[in-house]
């Protein structure tokens, strides 16, 4: 049996790193995880491609190698995974479709074969089985959310790894939180189920034998639901960290009351955690309260701080057009993003995702505008009814992205960022070769080319002098606000 996985084409936002990416010589920032561990759910007799539209295309002779195609896709894919589910189709094949996408659309959804609702660990063994029986359904849907223990550990041998910028694993799945406009906790729970510490050690130990030195994401979705288990794990992988040199730089996401944690923060530091990316979402409280974002209270700025002072740089996401944010919101989150030190400001606007809270609230007071969510919430539309005036709003929307990515705002902020953060250990990928090319090609195209040089040398200058240990995590972070820069100019903002 040949089996085709494809993961469809992103298109731009901030997350696709796109015009970063060419200064470290990568096509894409992270290795589709979910299709990685759908393959390693298959017989073992079978064979298996990757084609990650994201870094390669999709030709036909790909398609006719294949018995099978398998899709996955998040909701700003589905475009391009319609595409490839008509193209295989046109070419006769049978397709399987799984994947966030599939998972949460009220759409109709393209004509594939078999549709995997949810999870797959426990569904995809069953039709294994009804294949074999000549009874496969067309549908699949776990009755429960599965134990991660029978999640395989993903066969990231599959993935072409020099091309991407990051590799993933995941810990847990599911968050305890219950905030209103968030797809994660329908999709994926509110209680968060966690590997155990040996599936973890598993999982690097295959990627450091698999030759990946650098920066791996922990793409959970709040990798401090479960604390009990994460206050175990830490000290495990802070010991296999320093066996093996310090082979990872880790990446991961949380909930802001991580800062209320000062042992798990240490902890943190310890097992080689560099980045952490946190839903702060605005500093408004009326408009936190209105979200159920009950854990962003206190003083935000103050615990980003705390965060930023255990080595870690804070990336956040950050959210304008709830019900009750005031007329000088722009100002407020410009304020606020400014005084955070936080380089990576994903700001966006808010959109109803399907079957979400927010979803179903809006529908009762009749304010869905009938369409889903493009799922890209940089793009200026809205599918509700929005309080303030959505010219308003996305004027606003588009002052804050200019603000806050003109240069010397954005290099201002990352200085105090690599102040805040203090002294730290270098990313591995950067001491080697592809290190010397990554800083030739920044230093040509912002040093040289770029017409906002004079502010990338100020901001050199500052690093060369003052923060040297610093020096290779700068690159990246001009890299990056090029990146956002770009991005921001591209939406007339
Ligand atoms: C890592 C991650 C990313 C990474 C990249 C992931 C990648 N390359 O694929 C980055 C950071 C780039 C990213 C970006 C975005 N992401 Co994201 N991301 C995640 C996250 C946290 C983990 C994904 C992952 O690897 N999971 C681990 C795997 C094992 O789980 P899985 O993919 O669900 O796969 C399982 C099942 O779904 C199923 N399955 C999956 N595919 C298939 C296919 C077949 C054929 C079958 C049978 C089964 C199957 O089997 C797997 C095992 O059970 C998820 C949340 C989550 N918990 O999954 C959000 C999530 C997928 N992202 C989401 C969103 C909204 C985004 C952004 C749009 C955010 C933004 N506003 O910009 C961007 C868009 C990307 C872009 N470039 O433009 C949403 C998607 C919502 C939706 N309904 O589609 C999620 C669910 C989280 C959320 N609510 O924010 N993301
Ligand atoms: S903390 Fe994050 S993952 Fe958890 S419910 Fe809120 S938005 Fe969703």
């Not at 994660?184 to 990627?207: C, H, W």
Request: charged letters at 25%; hydrophobic letters at 40%; one cysteine or more.
């Amino acid at each position: 049996m040949n089996i085709l996985l494809v993961n469809p084409e992103f298109p731009e936002t901030y997350w696709s790193f796109r015009y970063a990416l060419p200064f470290e010589g990568k096509k894409c920032a992270f290795p589709p995880l979910g299709l990685l561990t759908v393959s390693a759910l298959l017989p073992k007799s079978w064979n298996r491609r990757l084609i990650d539209l994201n870094i390669e295309s999709l030709k036909a002779r790909d398609i006719d190698w294949a018995d099978m195609v398998f899709v996955t896709g998040m909701l700003v894919q589905k475009d391009s995974l319609r595409e490839v589910v008509k193209r295989a189709k046109a070419q006769g094949k049978r397709v399987v479709l799984g994947g966030p996408y599939v998972t949460s659309t009220r759409e109709e959804l393209p004509p594939a074969d078999h549709l995997f609702r949810g999870e797959a660990e426990t569904t995809l063994p069953q039709f294994i089985d009804d294949l074999a029986k000549g009874c496969a359904k067309a549908v699949y849907q776990a009755p429960e959310r599965p134990a991660l223990a029978l999640t395989p550990i993903a066969d990231f041998g599959l993935a072409n790894m020099k091309r991407y910028s990051a590799m993933s694993v995941q810990y847990s799945r599911g968050c305890p939180f219950s905030c209103e406009f968030c797809d994660i906790i329908e999709i994926y729970g509110r209680v968060p189920r966690t590997k155990s510490n040996q599936q973890m050690l598993a999982e690097f130990d295959a990627l450091r034998d698999l030759g990946w030195r650098g920066t791996v994401f922990i793409v959970d979705d709040n990798f401090i639901g479960n604390k009990k288990n994460v206050r175990k794990l830490l000290p495990e992988l802070a010991k296999w960290q320093k066996q093996n040199g310090y082979p990872f730089s880790l990446i991961t996401e949380s909930s802001i009351n991580l800062a209320d944690d000062e042992p798990l923060l240490e902890s943190m530091r310890d097992a080689g955690f560099r980045r952490v990316f946190i839903g702060i979402e605005t500093p408004v409280e009326e408009s936190l309260h209105e979200a159920q974002k009950t854990q962003n209270r206190g003083n935000l700025l103050d615990s980003v701080k705390t965060i930023q002072s255990y080595g870690m740089e804070v990336m956040a996401g950050f959210i304008v057009g709830f019900d009750n944010d005031p007329e000088d919101i722009f100002e407020r989150q410009i304020d606020f993003i400014r005084k955070s030190a936080i380089p990576l400001a994903m700001v966006g606007l808010l959109n109803a995702l399907p079957d979400t809270q927010l979803w179903k609230r809006l529908e009762r007071e009749g304010r869905l505008l009938g369409e889903d969510a493009s799922g890209n919430n940089t793009v200026c539309t809205f599918n509700f009814k929005t309080r303030m005036d959505p010219a308003l709003l996305i004027q606003g929307y588009q002052s804050i992205m200019r603000t806050i990515y003109s240069p010397r705002e954005y290099y201002d902020r990352t200085l105090d960022s690599i102040r805040r953060t203090g002294r730290q250990l270098a990313d591995p990928q950067y001491r080697n070769l592809s290190g010397l090319k990554a800083l030739t090609r920044v230093l040509l195209k912002l040093g040289i080319l770029d017409r906002e040089r004079k502010e990338f040398w100020r901001f050199f200058t500052h690093v060369v002098v003052r923060h040297r240990d610093k020096f290779t995590d700068s690159l990246r972070l001009a890299a990056v606000g090029y990146h956002f820069r770009k991005l921001s100019d591209s939406y007339g903002a």
